[in-house]
Every structure is written in structure tokens, then in C-alpha cells.
């Protein structure tokens, strides 16, 4: 099955300890729904998009779209794919066995899938030369409030790794990154405005966060 999410704007940023304390206890007094668990992510990135911006080739505003793989709470029993382009993300699920084929260079059981999604990552991975960059593991805590078009995550201890072969073994990750100092990031989402009371929040915290992406 596959499921789609639009909001076509979203920020990123980098926040302290003090800050996630304080958005923490803010977005729990505003009664908003809170969902957390641990994430392994990974993610594609095509060197051939890269090449053609080494080269000055790309056009602006065309880059393909960014795929990436996610499991939770340390069960890779099934993953989810997750297409981002233009504010718009797609997402339907995936085997272990099918992520461990596709870890191992099979990629022609993507079109058996026969949907859209898939037909679009296997375009990617033979023509785009969508390769693994990095995986990132962190603890998510995901708040939405009834009322609010505005989706809040914080991301905490997130830790990256190169070993793209230990991606569905938690515990050879654990031993991947250990020793590193995990970072904090916010990501906020909405579709047409961010509340008031948020955005003063947002805007306390400006002084020492750090802004990574924005869209929209």
C-alpha cells in the first residue's frame, strides 16, 4: 500500500539540549499527540545528478527525487520506502528479504511491485545512479495537534554510519557508531502557516539553532 503526505513547506534545524527541552514541554502543554520510537534510516543520493552539477549541467529546480529507507524500534521485519519531491511525500512498505536483495544489487523485483512508487526507484537506481550515501540512527518523537496543520519532530542522539551491508543489524550499527556524540534536529512541516504561539517559540530559540534546509 501506499500512503502520501503533502506539506509543501519544511525547515530543518539544528537545536540545542536547552531548546529541545523547551519545545518538548511546550508542544506537551499545546496537548499535542506525541508518537516516539528509534530510527535506521538510509539514504540515496545519484551520482549522477552530483556529476552533472560538478560539471554545471543541472537545471535548477529539476532534481529527481530523494529516496530513502526506514525501520523502527530496532525490527527490520518491514521497512518503509519514502519518496520526497516537491513538498509531496510517498511512501509503501518493504520486505526485509526484498531490502536485502536490493542491498545486494537485485533490483528487478521492484517492478513486480507494478506501482508507481517502486517503477520510480528502480528508474532511479538505473538511470539516475541512485547509490547508499549514509545511514543515520536516532530516537524520533513526532507531535501533531488536532486543528494544526503542523507536523513537529525532534530528533535526538543521531549517529551516522557508512557500512551500508550492517543497515537491517541494529547491533552491528550500534558497534559502527560508537563513540560519536549525537546531534539534535528539528524538523517542522506544514501546508500554509505556522501557528502564532509556535512561531514565537521558534523564534526564541533563533539565537542559537541553526537552519539546515528549507522548502517552500
Same mark, same amino acid.
Request: aromatic share 8%.
Given at each position: 500500500?501506499?500512503?502520501?503526505?503533502?506539506?509543501?513547506?519544511?525547515?530543518?534545524?539544528?537545536?540545542?539540549?536547552?531548546?529541545?527541552?523547551?519545545?518538548?514541554?511546550?508542544?506537551?502543554?499545546?496537548?499535542?499527540?506525541?508518537?516516539?520510537?528509534?530510527?535506521?534510516?538510509?539514504?540515496?543520493?545519484?551520482?549522477?545528478?552530483?556529476?552533472?552539477?560538478?560539471?554545471?549541467?543541472?537545471?535548477?529546480?529539476?532534481?529527481?527525487?530523494?529516496?530513502?529507507?526506514?525501520?523502527?524500534?530496532?525490527?527490520?521485519?518491514? %521497512?518503509?520506502?519514502?519518496?520526497? @519531491?516537491?513538498? +509531496?511525500?510517498?511512501?509503501?512498505?518493504?520486505?526485509?528479504? /526484498?531490502? =536485502?536483495? !536490493?542491498?545486494?544489487?537485485?533490483?528487478?523485483?521492484?517492478?513486480?511491485?507494478?506501482?508507481?512508487?517502486?517503477?520510480?526507484?528502480?528508474?532511479?537506481?538505473?538511470?539516475?545512479?541512485?547509490?547508499?550515501?549514509?545511514?543515520?540512527?536516532?530516537?524520533?518523537?513526532?507531535?501533531?495537534?488536532?486543528?494544526?496543520?503542523?507536523?513537529?519532530?525532534?530528533?535526538?542522539?543521531?549517529?551516522?554510519? %557508512?557500512?551500508?551491508?550492517?543497515? @537491517?543489524?541494529? +547491533?552491528?550499527?550500534?558497534?559502527?557508531?560508537?563513540?560519536? /556524540?549525537? =546531534?539534535? !534536529?528539528?524538523?517542522?512541516?506544514?501546508?500554509?502557516?505556522?501557528?502564532?504561539?509556535?512561531?514565537?517559540?521558534?523564534?526564541?530559540?533563533?539565537?542559537?539553532?541553526?537552519?539546515?534546509?528549507?522548502?517552500?
Amino acid at each position: 500500500m501506499t500512503t502520501e503526505h503533502i506539506r509543501t513547506r519544511q525547515m530543518h534545524y539544528q537545536i540545542t539540549p536547552k531548546d529541545y527541552t523547551a519545545l518538548r514541554a511546550f508542544l506537551s502543554a499545546k496537548g499535542a499527540a506525541g508518537q516516539a520510537g528509534s530510527v535506521h534510516t538510509m539514504f540515496f543520493i545519484s551520482y549522477l545528478d552530483r556529476i552533472q552539477e560538478n560539471e554545471g549541467l543541472a537545471v535548477p529546480g529539476q532534481s529527481g527525487a530523494q529516496f530513502a529507507l526506514h525501520y523502527y524500534d530496532n525490527d527490520p521485519t518491514y %521497512l518503509r520506502l519514502e519518496r520526497q @519531491l516537491g513538498g +509531496q511525500r510517498t511512501s509503501a512498505m518493504v520486505t526485509e528479504a /526484498e531490502c =536485502r536483495a !536490493l542491498l545486494a544489487g537485485e533490483t528487478d523485483w521492484l517492478l513486480d511491485r507494478h506501482d508507481p512508487l517502486f517503477q520510480d526507484f528502480y528508474e532511479g537506481l538505473t538511470e539516475r545512479m541512485l547509490l547508499p550515501q549514509m545511514m543515520l540512527t536516532f530516537h524520533r518523537e513526532v507531535y501533531t495537534a488536532d486543528g494544526l496543520d503542523l507536523w513537529v519532530a525532534l530528533d535526538t542522539n543521531i549517529r551516522a554510519s %557508512l557500512q551500508h551491508m550492517d543497515f @537491517l543489524d541494529p +547491533q552491528l550499527l550500534e558497534q559502527d557508531m560508537e563513540g560519536q /556524540e549525537g =546531534r539534535i !534536529l528539528m524538523e517542522v512541516s506544514y501546508s500554509d502557516r505556522i501557528p502564532d504561539d509556535v512561531l514565537c517559540l521558534l523564534e526564541e530559540t533563533a539565537p542559537r539553532r541553526r537552519l539546515l534546509s528549507s522548502v517552500g
